[in-house]
């Protein structure tokens, strides 16, 4: 089984990856087209030259390794996936091949959280417009991909994560809870720029009651994003609070 976590930044997609890192059937890959969306894009990341140099910048020969063989053998291939770095000239027929979940996230609250690590963000840089486009791409293609919201998780993380196991015809298991602190051999090279928070976790943490406070571009920004997460998170999947 290959698994496509299709995620915007700041939307818990590095926990999951974590909590898919501790299945012992389960290998990971953290962002597979960083490198190749830098390289096409010119864009000047946090670490932009590590990066480069780490990863593989033809979207081509990543999107093969995609659908290539799992690493170690195992049966289930997680895949961390950022919508913002698919260009619109990389290959996207791979993915009718994987099983492609959703990951989705209030926009006021990922743009308050990528704010604190990279200032001035576009609607390019958070990822909800290629969310929605991705989805809309495999729903027109005859699938119907599931969707959970990073809240949901956070809320009530066993029932969420045994919901989407069910869902996607994988046991659940109980090591998908919790991971030991100082992040996962697999992280990429960005990750001390961006994973310190996480890397700092053995769990699942609690999800933030009140709303985030936002300038006027931030909120604006937010309510950009905010149409592409409806129509998403009315067909999401429900998980019950504790």
């Known amino acids: 089984m290959r698994i496509a976590m299709w995620s915007g930044p700041r939307n818990l997609s590095t926990a999951m990856m974590y909590s898919f890192g501790a299945r012992s059937d389960c290998a990971v890959w953290d962002e597979p087209f960083y490198a190749a969306y830098l390289a096409a894009s010119g864009l000047d990341h946090p670490m932009r030259a590590e990066i480069l140099a780490a990863g593989e910048t033809d979207p081509a020969n990543v999107a093969a390794q995609c659908v290539g063989a799992i690493p170690e053998n195992k049966p289930v291939f ?13 290959p996207l027929s791979w993915i009718e091949d994987m099983t492609n979940v959703f990951l989705i996230r209030d926009p006021a609250r990922v743009v308050a959280s990528y704010h604190a690590k990279r200032e001035n963000p576009t609607l390019e840089d958070i990822g909800f417009k290629q969310q929605a486009d991705i989805f809309d791409l495999l729903v027109a293609k005859g699938q119907f991909p599931l969707i959970i919201d990073s809240e949901d998780i956070l809320a009530n993380p066993e029932a969420a994560l045994r919901i989407l196991c069910a869902k996607i015809g994988l046991a659940f298991d109980p090591k998908m809870l919790n991971w030991p ?14 994973y310190g928070s996480v890397w700092k976790s053995t769990g699942f943490g609690k999800g933030k009651s009140e709303e985030p406070e936002l300038s006027r571009e931030g909120t604006a920004l937010s309510e950009l994003a905010r149409p592409y997460f409806e129509k998403l998170s009315i067909r999401k999947l429900r998980v019950p609070s504790v």
Do not use: S
């Open 181 to 194: 602190k100082g992040g996962h051999k697999e992280d990429g090279v960005w990750a001390e720029h961006w």
């Open 78 to 90: 997680y895949q961390k996936h950022m919508t913002q770095h698919m260009q619109p000239h990389f």
